[in-house]
């Protein structure tokens, strides 16, 4: 049997067989609450959120001269012209009044209607405006044409939007400490800004056009795989901004793309967060390990790369064997190095294999760069047998646990999620 099913004013027949409990939304309500939180025309400027055109501003504003002598600071915008029929009374204030109930300001959006509802206690009030003592009329949004003016004669269905700015004009004294000098204030035309009709449509030179909601990535961090989940890249998605991504080449070598442009070394891109120099970097991904070259022999402090090492020497403390001499370094036994504070440990120059440079190693006599920063260092028996001393800062011995591009990748995007947000391209 039908039922009769009220939709809006209209009563329609409904013949399905299962009871529907939830009714239908209102589909454009999406779209128009939507831009109405967007443009906030409505709310004097304080009473605006942080959102839409009013983060937009505020993320643009201040505007600085490259030499800091003068800024231009943002104040407020306005939205269409608020006035009543002729013009007296003008202002979105004219369309506040005080609860009854509780003292607050009541926003009156519809002044046609005898009552409205406070936005913070609930309750109803009789709607008291303000009218204008020529006209009669209260103050609302005076459009320059109506849709179908503008449909019929091909123009923009919008409001006039204005910005007030303030320029602000800095004196420096001797120290350089900035002193305001001059400041004025002036509300400037920005452009029109089309409205959203009741249908959820624009009326753009004449011709009504659709927003059509669109699904985006979310924001956050994403790594990929291969099929034998033995390489990984990631991409890091910020809510608005350029898109960073880490991928590896053939040789296994991390590069970054921003906004899948020419890619280019990763290093290139951690210091261009501040990150700081290559022994800098090394040492964020990196343990360095000293090594002492004196008299022909190869020292290490000992430090958990030291084990898995073969020793080069006997250490005793007391009747304690603590290193036996041809033989690997136990973990246990890097402990109880530690413990006795054993200065160095001799060690076999075949176990320094797959060493980088912490910093450049220069011959002390000649002069000649041995090793760079950051580089293999292949020359450690010419090191070794210079008459002076020296002590090289290392970094990834064989056995020792090196961060892998996984770790540099993670380490990337921490970073970049916490410090990239200061780095904003003007």
Request: charged share 25%; proline share 5%; hydrophobic share 35%.
């Amino acid at each position: 049997m039908a039922k009769v099913v009220e939709v809006g004013s209209r009563e329609r027949l409904d013949f399905s067989r299962i009871h529907t409990t939830i009714p239908i939304p209102n589909l454009l309500d999406i779209q128009r609450d939507s831009y109405r939180r967007f443009l906030q025309m409505d709310q004097l400027p304080e009473e605006r959120e942080n959102t839409g055109l009013q983060e937009a501003f505020e993320a643009v504003f201040p505007v600085e001269d490259f030499r800091g002598d003068c800024a231009l600071q943002f104040v407020d915008y306005t939205l269409g012209d608020w006035t009543c029929r002729c013009g007296h009374l003008q202002g979105l204030e004219h369309l506040r009044q005080g609860c009854p109930h509780c003292g607050a300001q009541i926003v009156v959006a519809d002044s046609q209607s005898r009552e409205v509802q406070c936005q913070s206690c609930g309750q109803l009030a009789p709607v008291q405006i303000a009218h204008c003592p020529r006209c009669d009329d209260t103050v609302g949004l005076r459009v320059q044409s109506a849709v179908e003016e503008c449909q019929e004669r091909g123009m923009t269905f919008g409001v006039p939007l204005k910005i007030r700015v303030r320029l602000e004009v800095y004196q420096k004294d001797a120290s350089g400490t900035p002193t305001i000098l001059d400041i004025k204030e002036e509300e400037v035309f920005f452009g029109n800004m089309p409205l959203m009709t009741e249908k959820g449509t624009f009326i753009i030179n004449g011709t009504e056009r659709a927003v059509v909601s669109q699904l985006h990535r979310s924001p956050g961090v994403f790594f990929l795989t291969n099929e034998n989940r033995t390489e990984f890249t990631a991409k890091i998605i910020p809510a608005r901004g350029s898109w960073v991504e880490l991928e590896l080449d053939s040789k296994n070598v991390l590069h970054v793309r921003i906004d899948r442009k020419r890619r280019f070394p990763a290093t290139v891109f951690l210091r261009a967060l501040g990150l700081g120099d290559t022994p800098s970097l090394l040492k964020r991904f990196y343990q360095p390990d000293r090594i002492l070259l004196k008299s022909g022999e190869v020292r290490i402090v000992p430090s958990a790369r030291v084990a898995g090492l073969i020793a080069g020497e006997s250490i005793q403390e007391g009747e304690d064997v603590l290193v036996e001499e041809g033989k690997k370094i136990r973990r246990s036994q890097v402990r109880k190095l530690e413990k006795a504070q054993v200065p160095s440990v001799k060690i076999h120059l075949d176990e320094l294999v797959d060493l980088y440079a912490l910093g450049d190693v220069t011959d002390p006599e000649s002069g000649e760069v041995l090793a760079e920063a950051g580089g293999v260092f292949e020359r450690i028996p010419d090191l070794v047998h210079i008459n002076k001393p020296a002590v090289v800062t290392a970094v990834g011995l064989r056995s020792g646990r090196m961060a892998t591009a996984g770790h540099i990748r993670e380490d990337i995007i921490h970073r970049a999620l916490r410090d990239g947000q200061g780095t904003n391209a003007r």
